[in-house]
């Protein structure tokens, strides 16, 4: 009996007479633009093209763009170890371990996710297997695996596995704790808190809980001025970016759905994952089938489609080039 899902992509085989004959089948593109929108083409070219620019990864995440030394940073979460790109060296180890510093050896999301650069330009840290939010204590030219715990729990029990980061321009710093570091999610025997939750770290190092609705958050990013934080639940039976209103002190209000996958996602491979927002307040988010891009109000303008799993974005600081990670590899696409 032949496993259709065990053959190569390129090829189909068909068993005539005890003969299994393959037609070689041409290979999917890797990315083809899908524009919903006339104005999805100031973002997008229609032009525009993907490129690898590494792979051999476990599952590539939280792209990290620093343009004081050109180069690219980011997570790989079941490697324990941050990588970087340059242009002139290619894929180098940039810090490992990453996420998980313990001696007891474990499986599942033990490594970093989320990369962010907070007020100072230091580089801050999710980390899955530690279960923290961390500063990297040295020179982001000369990395050490040595940490400042800026977050390790909640009113007594400890963080699932932060995911993600957004930053004010007040020092403050938002992040998202879903279950996906725990070796056995949300059945871990190691799980302290009943829900999921949003958080807010303040200046003073306040841990705050903004929410505890969501399901599976996941991405977070920032409206400009900071008024408006958008967030995606990666929950298939939920699939939904999310928008919160932020009061006078920083607390989520008006929290509404920005766009349902819902129906995208019974049909594409994926789900809203990590995001980021330019300048002008476009947002880019990974979602089923790849890449969706909206305006603030929420009106979907297009997608650039992948033939594999796309889960995070950075921008360049011209916002010209996009990196993203995509499972086992890392891409960069030209937008104009």
């Known amino acids: 009996m032949i496993k259709w899902n065990k053959l190569l992509p390129a090829t189909i085989g068909i068993l005539i007479s005890g003969i299994n004959v393959c037609y070689a089948q041409p290979?999917?593109?890797?990315?083809?633009?899908?524009?919903?929108?006339?104005?999805?083409?100031t973002l997008v070219s229609k032009t525009a093209k993907a490129e690898i620019l590494a792979d051999g990864f476990s599952w590539s995440e939280g792209p990290l763009w620093i343009e004081q030394y050109k180069m690219f940073l980011f997570s790989d979460v079941?490697?324990?170890v941050i990588y970087k790109w340059t242009k002139e060296k290619?894929?180098?180890?940039?810090?490992?371990?990453?996420?998980?510093t313990g001696k007891i050896p474990r499986g599942g999301e033990l490594g970093s996710n989320g990369l962010g650069l907070n007020k100072k330009g230091q580089l801050i840290i999710c980390q899955d297997g530690d279960r923290v939010v961390s500063l990297m204590d040295a020179p982001l030219n000369k990395p050490k695996t040595k940490f400042i715990r800026l977050a390790t729990g909640y009113r007594g029990k400890k963080f699932d596995s932060?995911?993600?980061?957004?930053?004010?321009?007040?020092?403050d710093i938002y992040f998202t704790d879903p279950p996906y570091g725990l070796e056995k999610n949300v059945d871990d025997p190691l799980k302290e808190a009943k829900y999921q939750g949003v958080y807010k770290i303040s200046a003073t190092g306040k841990i705050t809980l903004l929410t505890d609705t969501l399901t599976r958050p996941n991405g977070i990013a920032f409206f400009p001025g900071g008024k408006t934080i958008l967030i995606a639940n990666s929950d298939p039976g939920k699939a939904y970016w999310y928008a919160y209103d932020l009061d006078k002190n920083g607390l989520f209000i008006n929290g509404r759905i920005f766009?349902?996958?819902?129906a995208a996602s019974k049909q594409d491979a994926g789900m809203p994952d990590g995001l980021k927002i330019d300048k002008k307040g476009n947002v880019f988010a990974s979602g089923p089938g790849g890449l969706w891009i909206f305006n603030q109000s929420g009106k979907?303008?297009?997608?650039?489609?992948?033939?594999?799993?796309?889960?995070?974005?950075?921008?360049?600081?011209?916002a010209k080039t996009l990196y993203l990670t995509s499972n086992h590899r890392v891409l960069k696409v030209s937008l104009r």
């Open 27 to 41: 290979a999917k593109p890797l990315m083809t633009i899908e524009q919903l929108d006339p104005r999805f083409n």
């Open 78 to 80: 079941k490697k324990n």
């Open 90 to 100: 290619g894929k180098e180890i940039y810090l490992s371990p990453s996420g998980y």
């Open 162 to 171: 932060p995911n993600d980061l957004a930053f004010l321009s007040n020092g």
């Open 259 to 262: 766009y349902s996958a819902n």
């Open 300 to 318: 979907l303008l297009g997608k650039m489609k992948f033939n594999d799993l796309v889960s995070n974005c950075s921008f360049s600081a011209d």
